[in-house]
């Protein structure tokens, strides 16, 4: 009885200690700043909080209790899409705090070429996805 | 005595070589004729290696020495910082391409690399597999209708977070990346500041 009270008490502390460290770095990233910026919704950001707490713990529940659904092509393609949207704003969050692009500008002193750069970036995130899953992945 | 008031710019360009007047450096207020004899003064050669500072109380001796009856008033009191540029040789158009090339393909190269050990780091496809399971409930070994979406909105999301895609639609806010290249410019003026003002 001691033995699964124990291991209540330690599932329920790795979960605050998990959660905490992943709240932590998204916000440190501002991505949820950045979206509420771009869609002009400041109002709702205790409703994308909320949101984000309970999704998460629906999900991992989804996930243990090994559910599944039977759902059509089309919606797998969307949920893949905001996958991908998602990564691509932590990747270009995480190269902005490392101030990557100032630094390579200010080094090879192309000021006006700024945004070929992220052509570049973009490009290669992409293909490099693409070839990944395509041909290196059997 | 005339009434003076003197706002010193905070970072100013010129060339080097080049003759440096009142009316480069700082902002004047002042009665017409009075206004147009302060911002002619010179104050000197603009030498020096990439950076240099002019601090209140030089531009005020000019001022004295050659203006009588004023009373002059500075509005704050930051030294202008002078950011010289060396006369420049005309730069081949080639060279600047050139160097824009070399810089798209090592970010092109470098970042598909980085996104693909990123993928194999927290072995995304099981993860992958796992999620086509719980959405259909079937197994697959390539779970290609994920991937090929995922891979398309990683281009998607980076556009949106650096402003590319609706440029217009921000309210004037700047880009995050346009913040941060200006607080980085703000940290190395601040630092060129305190190194040249101990050793003058």
Excluded at chain 2, 26 to 48: D, M, P, T
Excluded at chain 2, 137 to 164: H, T, W
């Amino acid at each position: 009885m001691a033995i699964k009270a124990m291991c209540i008490l330690i599932g329920f502390c790795e979960g605050i200690a998990v959660g905490t460290a992943f709240m932590a770095f998204i916000t440190i990233l501002d991505i949820v700043p950045r979206l509420i910026q771009i869609t002009k919704t400041v109002k709702y950001i205790k409703l994308y909080e909320y949101t984000m707490i309970i999704n998460v713990m629906i999900i991992v529940l989804i996930d243990i209790c090994n559910i599944s659904f039977n759902l059509s092509y089309t919606v797998i393609i969307f949920i893949g899409l905001f996958m991908g949207i998602y990564v691509g704003m932590f990747a270009s969050a995480l190269t902005e705090i490392t101030n990557v692009i100032p630094i390579i500008v200010k080094t090879f002193s192309i000021y006006n070429y700024a945004s070929w750069i992220f052509a570049a970036l973009i490009l290669g995130k992409v293909l490099g996805s693409l070839i990944y899953w395509i041909y290196i992945v059997k | 005595m005339e009434k003076v008031y003197i706002q010193l710019k905070a970072n100013i360009d010129m060339k080097l070589k080049s003759k440096c007047i009142v009316g480069d450096v700082a902002y004047v207020a002042a009665k017409y004729h009075i206004k147009k004899k302060i911002e002619n003064i010179e104050l000197g050669i603009v030498e020096g290696d990439f950076y240099n500072i002019i601090s209140p109380t030089t531009l005020a001796q000019n001022i004295i020495d050659k203006v009588d009856n004023v009373d002059l008033k500075f509005i704050d009191d930051q030294d202008v910082l002078i950011n010289i540029h060396p006369v420049s040789k005309k730069e081949n158009k080639f060279w600047l391409v050139l160097r824009v090339m070399v810089v798209m393909v090592l970010l092109s190269i470098g970042t598909g690399i980085a996104i693909m050990n990123f993928h194999e780091d927290v072995s995304m496809k099981d993860v992958h597999i796992r999620i086509y399971k719980i959405l259909t409930g079937m197994d697959i070994k390539r779970p290609l209708i994920i991937q090929i979406p995922y891979s398309i909105g990683i281009g998607v999301g980076m556009a949106l977070f650096f402003n590319k895609v609706v440029p217009d639609r921000f309210g004037g806010d700047p880009s995050p990346m346009e913040v941060e290249m200006s607080s980085y410019r703000k940290k190395v003026n601040g630092y060129i500041r305190k190194k040249l003002k101990k050793g003058d």
